[in-house]
């Protein structure tokens, strides 16, 4: 699923900047999105499916989170975590990918625009960044830059809420965020800037958080799906993607569009063997790297200052193909940094 996930959130990323693009129902909702999407897919289907859907990537990726957490702290760690070691250890794996990133794209502005200042807003943006709140302050603060770090805030917040209010617990807790969550965008519907801050935060996330943290607690023994299943499977993709265009038609029905989204993330991640599941695995084990590299990348095609323009279909391939290259030297150069650490401790 991871693998899958990354590959809609890098090419929604780009598709959604391009013109004439459909505009998403990402954090907000708007039936005009909607219709604009219905009425000019046929004229570029690809590029319209990304831009529209492709960023239904993140709740995939919350509910690994939920279920990764899950997994590790309750199925196979019998002891006790210790709060302040959970944190900090999370925090520092979250800051030091952020951290890289802002340095290089910041560099990058700085280089290649004249009119680039760090202003004492710049210095405020960035310390809400590091301290992980940009997300929390409401109505209007400009976000996070490059755009889709906006994520690392919330991952934050799960960790955060896991630890404190989920951790060895029963279900109950997780029902009832999931229940305020809901109730909190049925309170504010209609008012953007509160959903907007809603889908933000932790709020956007519960239910595929729950859904995953509830996954890991169930897992069971690996079983071999048969030829059947893959049908199944086939049937359930089918399904899943017109419960989830259908689902962008009304706001009460978007509130729940990630468990549609998560049908179709497993089954498409069941479905896909052999070549292809291998290929789509591997992108997954590098995702985090690739998360971190591609809104940098996307700068030199769509940014303020580009420098690369050729024509759509080669820079779009141009831009996957740069973003893959880069992500799969930093991932072997930690590893390499890694085995030498075994080899000769540096601490």
Not at 112 to 138: E, Q, V
């Given at each position: 699923?991871?693998?899958?996930?990354?590959?809609?959130?890098?090419?929604?990323?780009?598709?959604?900047?391009?013109?004439?693009?459909?505009?998403?129902?990402?954090?907000?909702?708007?039936?005009?999105?909607?219709?604009?999407?219905?009425?000019?897919?046929?004229?570029?289907?690809?590029?319209?499916?990304?831009?529209?859907?492709?960023?239904?990537?993140?709740?995939?990726?919350?509910?690994?989170?939920?279920?990764?957490?899950?997994?590790?702290?309750?199925?196979?760690?019998?002891?006790?975590?210790?709060?302040?070691?959970?944190?900090?250890?999370?925090?520092?794996?979250?800051?030091?990918?952020?951290?890289?990133?802002?340095?290089?794209?910041?560099?990058?502005?700085?280089?290649?625009?004249?009119?680039?200042?760090?202003?004492?807003?710049?210095?405020?943006?960035?310390?809400?960044?590091?301290?992980?709140?940009?997300?929390?302050?409401?109505?209007?603060?400009?976000?996070?830059?490059?755009?889709p770090y906006w994520y690392f805030m919330l991952t934050m917040e799960l960790y955060l809420v896991y630890i404190l209010l989920l951790y060895k617990r029963k279900h109950l807790p997780l029902f009832l965020l999931c229940i305020i969550s809901i109730i909190a965008f049925i309170m504010f519907e209609g008012q953007g800037k509160m959903v907007l801050w809603l889908k933000l935060n932790l709020f956007g996330?519960?239910?595929?958080?729950?859904?995953?943290?509830?996954?890991?607690?169930?897992?069971?023994?690996?079983?071999?799906?048969?030829?059947?299943?893959?049908?199944?499977?086939?049937?359930?993709?089918?399904?899943?993607?017109?419960?989830?265009?259908?689902?962008?038609?009304?706001?009460?029905?978007?509130?729940?569009?990630?468990?549609?989204?998560?049908?179709?993330?497993?089954?498409?991640?069941?479905?896909?063997?052999?070549?292809?599941?291998?290929?789509?695995?591997?992108?997954?084990?590098?995702?985090?790297?690739?998360?971190?590299?591609?809104?940098?990348?996307?700068?030199?095609?769509?940014?303020?200052?580009?420098?690369?323009?050729?024509?759509?279909?080669?820079?779009?391939?141009?831009?996957?193909?740069?973003?893959?290259?880069?992500?799969?030297?930093?991932?072997?150069?930690?590893?390499?940094?890694?085995?030498?650490?075994?080899?000769?401790?540096?601490?």
């Amino acid at each position: 699923m991871r693998g899958w996930a990354i590959i809609a959130i890098v090419l929604h990323n780009y598709c959604h900047k391009l013109p004439l693009s459909p505009a998403e129902n990402e954090f907000t909702w708007g039936l005009d999105r909607t219709l604009y999407f219905f009425h000019h897919f046929a004229d570029s289907p690809f590029i319209s499916f990304f831009s529209f859907l492709g960023h239904y990537g993140v709740p995939i990726f919350v509910f690994l989170s939920g279920y990764g957490l899950a997994m590790k702290y309750e199925k196979r760690n019998g002891g006790n975590i210790n709060f302040k070691q959970f944190i900090l250890r999370h925090y520092k794996k979250l800051t030091s990918m952020m951290v890289t990133g802002l340095l290089v794209y910041y560099l990058y502005c700085w280089l290649m625009s004249d009119s680039f200042t760090m202003d004492g807003h710049l210095w405020l943006r960035l310390a809400a960044t590091l301290t992980y709140t940009i997300n929390l302050i409401p109505f209007g603060y400009p976000p996070v830059q490059p755009g889709p770090y906006w994520y690392f805030m919330l991952t934050m917040e799960l960790y955060l809420v896991y630890i404190l209010l989920l951790y060895k617990r029963k279900h109950l807790p997780l029902f009832l965020l999931c229940i305020i969550s809901i109730i909190a965008f049925i309170m504010f519907e209609g008012q953007g800037k509160m959903v907007l801050w809603l889908k933000l935060n932790l709020f956007g996330a519960c239910i595929p958080f729950a859904l995953g943290i509830l996954a890991g607690r169930a897992k069971q023994s690996d079983q071999k799906d048969t030829a059947c299943f893959h049908s199944v499977y086939g049937i359930l993709i089918l399904i899943s993607l017109s419960m989830l265009v259908v689902s962008e038609l009304t706001f009460y029905a978007w509130i729940f569009s990630s468990i549609a989204v998560l049908m179709f993330g497993i089954s498409l991640s069941k479905m896909s063997i052999g070549v292809v599941g291998k290929a789509i695995g591997w992108i997954g084990g590098i995702s985090h790297v690739v998360f971190v590299v591609h809104p940098l990348v996307r700068e030199l095609y769509l940014g303020e200052d580009c420098i690369i323009s050729t024509t759509p279909v080669v820079d779009l391939l141009s831009y996957i193909g740069i973003t893959l290259m880069i992500a799969v030297v930093i991932k072997y150069r930690i590893q390499l940094i890694h085995s030498i650490q075994k080899v000769i401790p540096l601490s």
